[in-house]
């Protein structure tokens, strides 16, 4: 700081503006000449009315005043500047000498009084000081008049900020805190002050804190911050997120009194982060869940199955994977709208949760699939028994707005280290197995077995094996009747292929189709098995057996076929075999690509004469809309839906749905997989005159198709006809 001495040898009294007040003008020249020889800038008023006028209207640093003038004395223009506030500074010039006057001057706030006649170097000596006094004075004014404006500012900042301002003692106790913390954390600010800062947050946070106090009070320690949370005071609010920061400032100038012992303090900012975090923890959660069902999704899955993997494998243990895929939801996502199914995936996922344990992880993986980490299934059996927990509990119908919906699931498992030791073989497996089950009549569970798993070099070979089976002739065709059980007889039979493989065995459709696909070789075969069926039934006719209407199975890779209308035609003329006798099955998949000339080539063959049905009906992902622009004749219900016929009252709604739909479509229906009398009971109360299924028989030979059915004649009496 600087001393007022020496900065009064500094002011530049030049310039000063000085008013000079007396009755007599010689007085005021003599004294105009002396000060003006100083440069300071001198006005004159003749008496005291002109010194009081030439006051009011101007800026004066000095006045030399004389007190004894007529009518407007000295003392009166001293009362009048008390009155006014004018603090221009003043000197009495006055040749009284009477001590009452000067005393008067003196409290009516003169500064200093000189003698007439004056002596010069006195006087201008006078002058030089209190002109020097009064222009510190000023700057003094002007330099606290800035900093009383730049510490509002200051404050105003401070007080407005978004952040918890602060300052620490070096013990870490508050000594000055901003008013955010009311309104952030609704603590009274000085209900704070002396108090520890860690008193604020809870002990895991305590912790961070003291460590980071002691980092920024070490010595050239920079700033240093980290999160903490603390919760609202008295409130029942949920805790808020800070990055609390705090910078060392030393106690250089020894200026600011920090107090005895302490050199420094801690000057710290509380920047509230919440909805940072909150965004943040939100965007976390949207990465690695599923949104609908708030369950895990399949990044997450995967690396909690990569840790289990890791821990298994440390431990020497299995665990368990299951892949889970729900039966029938396409039908209802589409009958009832995707609000419905999407609360349908929320239902599932609740009571999968309830089948569940705590460690175990339950993930959407895609679809109405789900994916389940059991790390702690030590035995196939532990993982069997929650598979059964969990087809139990989905069976059992959801009541979603006033609807009765059953659905099953069709689980696949698979077992580390046995049915793969790497993540994605873990899945791909336990799908694997799903597919098996769904391949098999769904609505149960299936442990993956390595033979499931035709490995890429079996798929090779049977690739290549498939070439050569159709010129051997190794593909047997098999017949399952159609009955009516109206007229109670066969109507019609299916030909269902299998292979008779040199080395392997008789393969089922379901371990070829899938490579006959692949490899486009499914057209040579399905052309082959229409030409052989046609043959077949036209020569069982030639036998004298009753005309059966003839179903073939078709590859929609066949329907693509340019020529696939005339081959067919070609096919029926070679074989003398009747269009009208011929169904053909085809998938909903095939409809749906909407292709127009998918379509022109139908209508061709339904113009022909050739009869269309759709296949396993309601397994599809379609809408029901292509059902008008085809020409169908039949609907075969799908297997699964006729397994939900499992006592009388059931309600089976999909079934009741499907079954009045195709009548009010006017379109035969042939209900697939009836295995129980029950049954053949509901079926028929329902209208449904065709079925066909194990109850009448497995598909075999077909000279072997009536005889099974004549095996069980009571089959068909007690049925009422309706
Ligand atoms: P699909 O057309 O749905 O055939 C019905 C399947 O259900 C047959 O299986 C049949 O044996 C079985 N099944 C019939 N009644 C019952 C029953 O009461 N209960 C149970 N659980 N199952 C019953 P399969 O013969 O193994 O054929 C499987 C699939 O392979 C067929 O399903 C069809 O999609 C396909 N397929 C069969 N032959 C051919 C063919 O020549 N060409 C083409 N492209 N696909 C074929
Ligand atoms: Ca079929
Ligand atoms: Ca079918």
């Keep these: 700081m600087i001393s007022s001495e020496s900065f009064i040898n500094k002011v530049e009294t030049k310039n000063a503006r000085i008013l000079l007040a007396d009755d007599n003008p010689r007085m005021l020249d003599s004294l105009s000449t002396l000060l003006g020889m100083y440069e300071y800038q001198v006005d004159t008023a ?51 000498t009477s001590l009452e006057d000067i005393s008067l001057a003196l409290r009516q706030g003169a500064y200093d009084y000189l003698k007439k006649p004056y002596i010069p170097e006195e006087l201008t000596a006078t002058v030089k000081n209190a002109v020097s006094k009064k ?81 920024t009070m070490a010595p050239n320690s920079n700033s240093q911050s980290i999160d903490i949370s603390i919760k609202p005071n008295g409130e029942n609010k949920g805790k808020r997120f800070f990055e609390l920061s705090l910078w060392r400032v030393d106690d250089e100038s020894g200026q600011t009194n920090f107090g005895p012992s302490l050199r420094y303090m801690v000057y710290g900012t509380a920047r509230d982060i919440t909805e940072r975090m909150e965004a943040e923890a939100f965007i976390n959660f949207q990465a690695y869940h599923d949104l609908l069902t708030r369950l895990p999704n399949r990044s997450l899955f995967k690396d909690r199955l990569s840790m289990a993997i890791t821990q298994a494998q440390r431990g020497d243990q299995q665990l368990a994977v299951m892949f889970i895929d729900l039966d029938r939801f396409k039908v209802i996502n589409d009958s009832l709208g995707h609000t419905m199914g999407d609360r349908l995936l929320q239902a599932v996922s609740q009571r999968l949760q309830q089948c569940i344990r705590k460690g175990d992880t339950l993930s959407r993986f895609g679809g109405d699939e789900f994916t389940l980490l059991l ?27 006033g609807h009765e919906i059953y659905v099953g699931a069709s689980i696949g498992i698979s077992i580390y280290p046995d049915s793969g030791v790497t993540l994605d073989a873990l899945i791909k497996n336990s799908d694997i197995a799903m597919y098996k089950v769904k391949k098999t009549g769904k609505d149960g569970y299936q442990v993956f077995s390595n033979e499931m798993n035709t490995s890429a070099t079996e798929r090779l070979t049977l690739e290549q094996d498939m070439r050569k089976a159709i010129e051997n002739d190794e593909f047997e065709i098999c017949y399952q009747p159609q009955v009516n059980i109206e007229t109670k007889t066969i109507c019609g039979v299916e ?60 590859s929609p890779l066949l329907i693509e076929k340019n020529n696939f209308v005339e081959n067919i035609l070609g096919i029926l003329e070679d074989e ?54 085809f020409p169908i004749n039949t609907l075969k219900i799908d297997r699964s839906f006729i397994n939900m016929i499992q006592n009388h009252d059931d309600e089976a709604c999909l079934v009741n749905a499907i079954v009045s739909m195709a009548q009010g479509l006017k379109m035969e229906i042939v209900a697939e997989g009836v295995e129980s009398q029950l049954q053949l009971r509901y079926l028929s109360k329902l209208g449904c005159t ?32 309706h």
């Design 576 to 629: 003398d075999f009747p269009a009208s006798l011929l169904e053909l099955e085809i998938t909903e998949n095939v409809l749906i690509s909407d292709r127009q000339d998918i379509v022109d080539k139908l209508i061709r063959l339904n113009k022909a004469g050739v009869n269309l049905a759709i296949d396993d009906f309601g397994t599809g992902y379609s809408s029901l809309s292509y059902l008008q622009k």
């Design 135 to 215: 222009l510190l004075e000023n700057s003094h004014e002007i330099m606290q008049a800035r900093l009383d404006r730049s510490e509002k500012l200051h404050r105003f900042i401070v007080n407005n900020s978004h952040d918890i301002i602060f300052m620490l003692d070096g013990k870490g106790c508050f000594s000055f805190l901003n008013t955010r913390i009311e309104t952030l954390l609704n603590y009274p600010r000085d209900s704070l002050l002396s108090r520890h800062i860690t008193s604020l947050v809870e002990d895991d946070d305590k912790d961070k804190i003291n460590y980071l106090f002691e980092r």
């Design 495 to 554: 030909a269902l292929i299998r292979w008779n493989h040199p080395t392997l065995g008789r393969l089922s459709p379901a371990e070829f189709i899938p490579i006959a696909e692949d490899s486009r070789l499914i057209i040579d075969i399905d052309t082959h098995t229409l030409r052989k069926a046609c043959r077949e039934l036209r020569q069982s006719r030639v036998a004298g057996l009753p005309e059966l209407r003839l179903a073939v199975n078709l």
């Design 375 to 401: 790390p702690d299934a030590q035995t196939e059996e532990a993982a069997t028994q929650v598979a059964e927990k969990i087809l139990e509990s989905i069976k059992q119908p959801f009541m979603l707005g």
């Design 690 to 721: 065709v079925v066909q299924g194990f109850l009448f028989g497995h598909p075999t030979k077909l000279e072997s198709v009536a005889d099974q059915f004549n095996e069980h004649p009571d089959l068909l009496t007690e049925i009422e006809l």
């Design 46 to 96: 003749l008496g005291g009315e002109k010194a009081i006028e030439k006051l009011s209207s101007n800026d004066y640093d000095l006045l030399l005043l004389d007190l004894k003038m007529p009518k407007v004395t000295g003392h009166d223009v001293m009362r009048y500047m008390a009155d006014k506030n004018i603090n221009t500074m003043t000197i009495v010039v006055s040749g009284e």
